[in-house]
């Protein structure tokens, strides 16, 4: 059954911190792997997109990594920001017909002023 | 560029009526895909939609719930005689082939 885990579920930091979450799935054969962002009452947004044969995505202060053979996908968040407060989820997508993303629990971060 | 559009936004029904969600990919999108938010649970698969053709159903309720994406218009979930435990938050995503996928806003259904 392919599964992904998200761990902590919840993770509460002062601002400035460094951050890292972590996602695990069981079957290593993925398409893609997105990484999302999801705040109180509010959809998704897109943070990052990982193709699976590429290892790391950056955007700004953000930056995945993906090692397949693991089925390891870390989220690193530089310098956090009480505005960085929110659900992080990460997704992953295999290949075929299999359009739909497999999601997390997701990491609920809490940045402290 | 709009991005992904739903309405409504919040939808109330009783028991026993029928909720219709609606959703507008983004310009150039020929894949939609639904997918399901429970209370204190993660997001759900519900089915995998292009133009006139349904995909992949494979998270979808057997029985009450249905979707299409005509030709001309949005996608439309459709979930008739609502029950309580179909109260959840409702999301649509749109891409162009395999790519990134980007959801809509939601729509939140509540069942009374």
């Known amino acids: 059954k392919q599964e992904v885990t998200q761990i902590p579920a919840a993770l509460s930091v002062p601002e400035g911190e460094n951050l890292v979450l972590n996602c695990s799935f069981t079957d290593s054969a993925i398409y893609n792997l997105q990484w999302f962002r999801q705040d109180p009452g509010k959809g998704l947004t897109s943070l990052l997109l990982?193709?699976?044969?590429?290892r790391e995505q950056t955007s700004g202060r953000l930056n995945a990594s993906l090692d397949k053979s693991s089925g390891r996908s870390t989220l690193y968040i530089a310098a956090s920001q009480p505005g960085d407060s929110a659900t992080y989820l990460c997704a992953v997508r295999y290949g075929g017909s299999q359009g739909n993303l497999i999601f997390g629990k997701g990491t609920k971060l809490s940045v402290k002023p | 560029n709009a991005g992904v559009m739903q309405n409504p936004r919040h939808l109330v029904r009783r028991r026993g009526q029928e909720a219709r969600l609606r959703c507008s990919p983004m310009?150039?999108?020929?894949?939609v895909y639904w997918y399901r938010q429970l209370p204190e649970e993660g997001l759900k698969f519900m089915v995998y939609?292009?133009?006139?053709?349904?995909?992949?159903e494979s998270g979808m309720p057997k029985e009450r719930f249905s979707a299409e994406f005509p030709k001309e218009g949005p996608s439309i979930l459709r979930i008739q005689q609502v029950v309580r435990g179909d109260s959840a938050a409702y999301f649509c995503?749109?891409?162009?082939?395999?790519?990134?996928?980007?959801f809509g806003p939601g729509t939140r259904l509540t069942v009374l």
């Open positions: 939609l292009q133009k006139e053709n349904i995909i992949d």
């Open positions: 310009k150039g999108h020929s894949h």
């Open positions: 990982i193709q699976s044969s590429q």
């Open positions: 995503a749109s891409s162009a082939g395999a790519g990134e996928q980007f």
